[in-house]
């Protein structure tokens, strides 16, 4: 009788190693929820997303208004899933955030698999520590939890290509699956996928998996762009338009936009050798990860990178980044082998690299969280108050159109950067030396003045920032048919501008954009409490025209009061209300010193007026 055969026994140290990822992969989730949970909030662009799913709900489509089907988002896979949450009952925004949280945790995973399997294809040995540290160095990555959180597609999308990098890699046949959910979710997707298919033609050398790997997922894009064409009519989302250029100004903002990454996650660019380094070394289907990384960054580059901080447009590649720096680092030992402990220089720059990652954008994340939780109360305050003083089903014209949108259904907004407006975003005017920080370059102030917007509202307030918004100080229509008023909070008062009635006469627009620039610096002053050079600026719009704007002598007339310089206030005041009777302000200023001087005629003059302009401010 032949001896009966042991069991196989588990191999103890691959045991040990699959121990050390996953303890690996468990700490760096932990941290991540932990750094999420700090950064909790909701950007304004994630309610773009909410209101196309909320419409399709209410039976109205895929639209941002109503009646109007323009693809304003970029994330048609995202907003499925937002739509399908909303039919069991699932509000859009826990939805959004846990499956944020659920695919950051992914990437951590990826990350640490990819990691380990690239630095054993070089070094042969020793990828579970890579794969521990891989995770890490993803767990930690504070922007990556900030985005997790956003309500945005970003981790999401990061995940499924990570999944694409991973399947391509092993040939498996659910690759055309991932790359076409990929491509669903965000257009970028489309560029890795043309990446892994020039990879498969030029670093595997075979022509049938090519051609399978583009016509399979080809295919399986096919009802998506046709859907696309047939809804909406273009391919591409209307935001490509909208923000997208080919421009030097873009490379320059694409570059400021790469380096200021370079610094916070790549060791001040440091990490870009280890990542040339894998690959000139990895074996060469490996060579894939590398070049997605290095062909996605300069896409990034060229588009002059993304208007939203921090890093959004970087977090999808972090774990294929992570992996590319993990191949180089494997490297650095072997080149070290005849030196004693070889492994000291690596963990001497993972350690450098986990540091800069953690202390570098400390700033960067807290304040523009900051900034964007005051974006989204303040919107959420002026669509309030819109919705109680105006009943009617109203237009609203608004460059930050998410929270606000989100809050008024029922009610045309207009994009006045052309995200969801396809005549703004294919139809732009040009005005020389328009120039902002904005990377929304686009605007068609003439278009969105022949829409007669019942309210037109900056996104600064007074304050013309965007592009959009400075080319509209030009026009006679809009400093003729529209006038300010202030909507007042616990914290500060909040300006819009309100339609008169109908427009009568002919559009004149200003040949100079240094009238915006002007009343721009102006309030910039302003905000610094440098009342006096704020009049200086405001003296000199005056000397340049035009003579129809009460604004400045409104703005003036304000200044003076808060100098105590009340007789100078008064005049011009009077001044601003001989021009534009509608000057909210300057019945202010009458009024604060009326009511400083115990004149209850002037007292009572401006609350009959204010009771016809804006009967909140009444009293």
Known sequence: MPPRSKPARPDNSELFCNLIVAVGIIAAAVIFIVNARNLWFTQDDAFISYRYAQHALDGHGLVFNVGERVEGYTNFLWVIWLILCGVVGIDFDPAAKALGLASGIGMIALAALLSRRAWNQIHGKGGHWAG?????????????????VSGLETAFFG???????????????????SLALATMTRPEGGLVWLVLVGCEFLLGRDLRRTLVLFGVTALLLAPFGVFKLLYYGFLLPNPFYAKTGFAWEYVQSGLEYAWLFLQHYMLYGFMLIPIGVAAWKLPSRWKAVPILFLVYAAYIVTVGGDVLRPHRFFMPLIPVMVAAIMAGEAWLPAFARRYPLPYIPTVLVIAALLTTSITKPLEILASTRNLELGLIQKMTTIADYLRRIDDRPFTLAVSTIGKVAYDLPGRRIIDMLGLTDSTIARHPETISGNTSSWRERNF????????DPDWILFSTGHKPSAPAERALILHSRFRNNYYTVLLPTPQRMLAIH???????????VWPSIELAHKVNAAYNELVKNDLPAAVQRMYELKAMGPSDWA???????????QMRKDDSALVYA?????????????????GVIGGARKDTVMVNLTNAHLKRLAPWLAD
């Open 159 to 177: 995940f499924l290509i990570a999944l694409s990098v991973w399947l391509w890699i092993d040939k498996s046949p659910l690759t055309p699956v």
């Open 551 to 561: 604004a400045a002598d409104a703005f003036i007339a304000t200044a003076f009061r």
């Open 132 to 148: 521990f540290a891989g995770a890490i160095i993803v767990g930690v990555n504070g922007s990556l939890a900030y985005w997790a």
């Open 498 to 508: 309100r339609r008169k009635g109908e427009f009568q006469g002919t559009d004149e």
């Open 574 to 590: 009077h001044r601003a209300l001989a021009i534009d009777s509608f000057s909210v302000s300057a019945w202010q200023t009458l």
């Open 444 to 451: 068609n102030a003439s278009y969105v003045l022949s829409e």
